[in-house]
């Protein structure tokens, strides 16, 4: 029973909940303690440990009545009636006899009993059920049956024909039980899988390539990168009893005990919090990368980057009082929609912009921000304003430019991506959540 209740805390996870294995092991001494002959108990007494909350208490009953359901055989979907001249005999294998016999609470029990001895707990994708639903036959002695519906079939072997024909109609049925069971087993543990499946597409697609539907799964995916870049470098902040060995620290500290190293001292350098100014091209051959990209560094405003924004076209415009007055997303509509914002949309101009940058808004930027750029570096063949770019580099820590189209088209058509790139620390192609993250990671680390 310990293995079931292990399958099914695997199985919750696959649907959602998280549960740590000091959890886990608070769900074996439950059960342990409150026993399992009582379904109902014992499902109330698992869920006060596993379920912490509404939604996850609802996922918990889910989970369970499909996990402890067993491959039951309804009577009214038992098409194969047992004649009286159809009995088995001593030459019948056992899942024959079974069959035979319509003894239906021993075969569940002998299905469920071969799919735990071949692992279809381990199951992760659609294209695998043929498989198990093949292994589970074989283990419960499906070449056996083969063979006693072999001998029915054959003419003058003392049976009727008609015996084998009923007997292949129960094996089909049999089959049908198997694969529903098979699928019942894919529906609980292939969530995870297929979550990560579609995690990994959305983090390597080209964000201007996405639809309308993904946009709600992209949210929840930044929502947890971002998680996991805060989870990460707020620990290195708290971490005081590592790096390298301080030796004048060390020794003075230690001088009363003769020199013995009792009491270690370590050189521990300060991480800052990475002071960005974000310069971002909203024209519409970019605007959908820029929304997420803006969605993504924003969840990490509060507490591990400090951010001004801006946003240009024509020319630019701060836009960082409206992401401290509106939520994250009703900020970027407004941004999109561009109503009262100031901007000016009649053609992409990025000297403009950095004209404009070089005013009053380079007077908060010191030697220790970072100036990110994001935009593909197309100047309608306008004056590219290197000259002004060069006085921001000057002024700033460094320049960083992000953009979003492919290295095979920098320096193509009106792209001023070589012309910028002196003046800048570095520049990527950054069309993907996964481009992104890794810059932004680099940026936690070195600042």
């Known amino acids: 029973m310990e293995k079931i209740l292990q399958n099914f805390i695997k199985a919750l996870r696959s649907s959602g909940l998280r549960i740590s294995v000091s959890e886990s092991i608070d769900a074996m001494g439950t059960a342990s303690l409150m026993g399992y002959g009582n379904r109902s108990v014992f499902k109330d007494s698992l869920a006060a440990v596993l379920a912490k909350s509404q939604p996850e208490k609802e996922m918990f009953h889910d989970c369970f009545d499909r996990f402890f359901s067993p491959a039951t055989f309804p009577e009214n979907q038992t098409k194969i009636t047992k004649p009286s001249q159809m ?11 079974l069959l035979l016999e319509k003894n239906n609470a021993q075969l569940s029990a002998l299905i469920m009993e071969a799919a735990q001895s071949v692992n279809v707990d381990k199951i992760s994708f659609f294209t695998q059920k043929g498989l198990y639903i093949r292994r589970i036959m074989l283990k ?11 001998r029915r079939m054959i003419k003058g072997n003392f049976f009727n024909p008609q015996e084998g024909e009923m007997l292949k ?5 049999l089959f049908e039980k198997v694969r529903n069971h098979v699928e019942k087993q894919l529906s609980l543990f292939s969530g995870s899988t297929t979550r990560r499946l579609v995690e990994n597409y959305l983090k390597d697609i080209k964000l201007s390539n996405l639809e309308m539907g993904d946009y709600t799964q992209m949210q929840v995916l930044i929502k947890k990168m971002v998680k996991r870049l805060n989870d990460l470098h707020s620990r290195r902040k708290k971490l005081s009893t590592r790096g390298f060995l301080d ?5 003075r500290a230690n001088m009363a005990y003769d020199g013995i190293l009792v009491y270690p001292r370590w050189k521990k350098k300060k991480i800052d919090r990475p002071n960005l100014a974000v310069l971002c091209d909203v024209s519409r051959s970019v605007e ?3 929304r997420f990209m803006l969605l993504f560094l924003y969840g990490l405003n509060d507490s591990l980057v400090k951010m001004n924004s801006y946003i240009f076209c024509s020319n630019l415009v701060e836009v960082s009082h409206i992401f401290k007055k509106h939520e994250l997303a009703q900020a970027l509509a407004i941004l999109q929609k561009g109503d009262g914002v ?8 990025y000297g403009r912009a950095f004209k404009d940058f070089a005013g009053k808004p380079l007077g908060k930027v010191t030697n220790k921000t970072t100036v990110l750029i994001l935009g593909d570096a197309r100047n309608n063949y306008g004056d590219p304003g290197t000259g002004i770019l060069r006085t921001i580099k000057e002024k700033s820590k460094r320049i960083i430019w992000l953009n979003p189209e492919p290295q095979s088209l920098w320096g193509t058509g009106d792209s001023e991506i070589k012309k910028y790139s002196p003046y800048c620390f570095f520049v990527r192609e950054c ?3 996964r481009h992104l993250q890794r810059v932004i990671d680099y940026l936690l680390k070195t600042d």
Do not use: F, P, Q
């Open 169 to 173: 109609g129960a094996k089909a049925l």
């Open 140 to 150: 419960m002695g499906m070449e056996s049956l083969n063979m006693d519906i072999s």
């Open 247 to 251: 030796i004048k620290k060390t020794l």
């Open 87 to 97: 009995v088995s005999t001593d030459r019948d294998h056992g899942l024959t006899r």
């Open 431 to 433: 069309s993907t959540l």
């Open 342 to 349: 100031g901007i000016d949309y009649n053609g992409t101009d």
């Open 288 to 290: 959908t990368v820029v």
